[in-house]
């Protein structure tokens, strides 16, 4: 299935590509080269002598994954187009009823984001992956890629940091209490007037009623953000599902108004509560720069969308008008419920596969990346400008179809950065166990393991050389209820449904053929036509015209020239997709060569697994005997302490935050191969593994 961009990527590079040259001769200038970044001993990283979990490094190591300390650095501090708060607001913000900063090292470090040391490229020492982003003119923080694909383990007091590998990061809370210290400086007077005194030093606004506006609003942005993704399965640290909120910033952005004041007037979202108009127009807060005689216009005509801001607010401003309850249903009418939480994937090989996610739904050929990428910003707070307009464009007669009206996909999505950070990736190699800070590996176990491995594992992991240019990588799909882990993020992928709103009545291209969007459609086909129209958007105003339509077409066609992927079939046992069913392929999970397996705790795709060791034993069931040996149904969740045994990160001993199996979203069953409980995709379920041969296959994954 062609996921997350354009099926006529073809046609429009080569009618682009005179345009291309003519442009390009214009503004003289091509900006495609990577930046330099500073060559700093161990990337400027903080070590940390104790926290609040008891994790300690007083050392950091880097290992040998084909990045140089550039490399990592331009990772940590490249933006793709993130716009969180005011970059001045960051800066300052307080904890509640605390003078300490909630930027500072220790508290970011809570949340599990890595500190670290001001440099060139991060000149106010933010954590990796946070870094600053201008857009129209202000300046804003925001994350990039590093923030949640870069990670860490501790071992005897040495700080391992994996470039590419899955963060311990809590970015559900971090997002929660960033609302509540808003709120708190708000509403504290003291608070208010150092965070007012602070922001105006540092010049970027003029007054205090400036301040306290924008406070007020990013307030309830980020307040709107997490109500609208409270998820009845806490995420704790190491997850995230991220899909689940990509899609819900799609859908609170293409919303349009006929479909709000359906949703208004629906008895069952405001029960016998009438709506006056004067109350819908408030609600609707339409575009300020229009005059009183055009907004009575606009409000006759039933297919004028809300600005992208005021759909970011769109929660709050109904707060005024509805009950709690009310809210809640219209919540449940216009999003779904991010409750599949994932941990994160692991980026080494990323560019090298031809699926990728953790059930294939981004195909990565042709400019697949990029249109995946941008999904990655929508989720992590782009700003979105959408909004239809009377009349045509050339992005518009490509990918929306004829007619009379347009769809604009202004946002601050960095198409060339996004281009830049998946070519970037290439080079980033998988880490080899470091022998000499996690002791040697017992090479005579390791040979009996690699023969287990191609007996039980290498139907689904195939080998490959980490540091071969022309690697490629087959995702191996294999259908939910044959490898029968938990099915919850699977299924939201394809199952969930939203109104398409300003998309209605374009066509996306899917595998079986073309899906012409109807009032409601599957959001995963709502956000491939959203992304590909805002790949096809020049972005960045800032720059001169013929500038950055240059940019935006070089980086389009670059990318898609030096994109070696090309388009396949998918591989693997799984139920295709059909024109009844065009989504059926999603209901399946990746297997992916395990190069570099022992740095990427916790396992499964929903980290409810603690350890590779634990990951080889069975779920205990009812009937099993009280005397076996399971995998753990609680376990805790947080700490960056390694332990080389098992090989996964310290889950006992301390108080964190507790993973439960039993909730939903959360199961550790299936892929239970080593254990005799999951059949090959042969169809043959093969013995158990006794304890000692488990240990041998565990040993091999260490030299993987």
Partial sequence: MEQYFISSEKRFLFRYSALVLFIGILSGCNVSLIP?????????????????????????????????????????????????????????????????????????????????KASSGNPDALPVGWVKDSYKGKEYVGLTCAACHTGQINYNGVGIRIDGGPATADMENIMIDLAKALKHTREDAEAKQRFVKNVLAKGNYK??????????????????????????????????????????????????????????????????????????EEISQLDKTVTEKEIDEILSKVDKVITGEQRDHLMEQLKKHLTPLQIALLNDAVFNRPDAPVSYPFLWDIAQHDYVQWNGIADNAGLGPIGRNAGEVIGVFGTLDWREEKGVSLTSLLFQGSGTTRVKFDSSIDVQNLHRIESHLKKLNSPVWPQEIL???????????????????????????????????????????????????????????????????????????????????????????????????????????????????????????????????????????????????????????????????????????????????????????????????????????????????????????????????????????????????????????????????LEYLKTL
């Fill in 207 to 280: 007054s205090e009623a400036d301040v306290l506006t924008d406070l007020s609003k990013y307030e309830q942005r980020i307040y709107s953000y997490t109500y609208i993704n409270a998820s009845p399965t806490s995420y704790g640290y190491a997850r995230l599902d991220a899909f689940g909120r990509i899609y819900n910033r799609v859908l609170e952005h293409i919303i349009n108004e006929k479909e709000l004041r359906e949703l208004l007037h629906d008895r069952k979202v405001r029960f016998d509560k009438e709506l006056t108009k004067a109350q819908i």
């Fill in 36 to 116: 330099e970044t500073e060559q700093a001993q161990n990337r400027y990283a903080v070590t940390v002598e104790k926290d609040h979990l008891g994790d300690s490094y007083t050392e950091i190591k880097y290992l040998d994954q084909g990045w140089k300390a550039e490399d990592s650095l331009w990772f940590y501090n490249i933006t793709q187009g993130s716009n969180l708060m005011p970059y001045d607001f960051f800066l300052v913000l307080e904890k509640p009823g605390e003078s300490q900063l909630f930027r500072s090292d220790e508290n970011m470090n809570f949340y599990r984001y890595l500190p670290q």
């Fill in 439 to 697: 002791g040697k590996i017992d090479m005579e176990r390791a040979a009996n393991g690699e023969v287990l491995f191609h007996e039980y594992c290498a139907a689904c992991h195939a080998a490959i050389d980490r540091t071969d240019p022309n690697r490629r990588v087959i995702a191996n799909m294999t259908r939910v209820s044959d490898v029968k882990t938990d099915p919850t993020m699977a299924e939201n992928s394809f199952a969930y449904q939203g109104y398409s709103g300003i998309l209605r009545n374009q066509y996306v291209r899917l595998e079986v053929g073309n899906l012409l969007l109807d009032k409601r459609a599957p959001v995963a086909a709502l956000l491939t036509q959203a992304t590909k129209n805002v790949v096809a958007t020049p972005a960045d105003p800032d720059k001169w015209f013929f500038q950055y339509w240059a940019d935006w077409a070089d980086n389009l066609i670059r990318a898609y020239i030096e994109n070696e992927i090309k388009s396949s079939i998918k591989n693997g046992n799984y139920d295709p997709d059909t024109t009844v069913n065009p989504l059926a392929s999603l209901n399946a999970y990746k297997g992916r060569p395990l190069n570099g397996i022992w740095a990427t705790a916790p396992y499964l795709h929903n980290g409810s697994v603690p350890s590779l060791y634990d990951l080889l034993l069975p779920k205990k069931r009812e009937g099993d005997p009280d005397d076996g040996e399971y995998r753990p149904d609680q376990f805790e969740v947080g700490s960056r302490e390694f332990d080389p045994v098992k090989v996964g990160l310290k889950s006992s001993g301390y108080k964190s935050f507790t993973f439960d199996t039993s909730f939903p979203a959360n199961s550790n069953a299936g892929h239970e191969y080593a254990s005799g409980k999951t059949a090959q995709p042969n169809g043959v379920t093969l013995r158990p593994l006794s304890k000692e041969e488990k240990l041998d296959l």
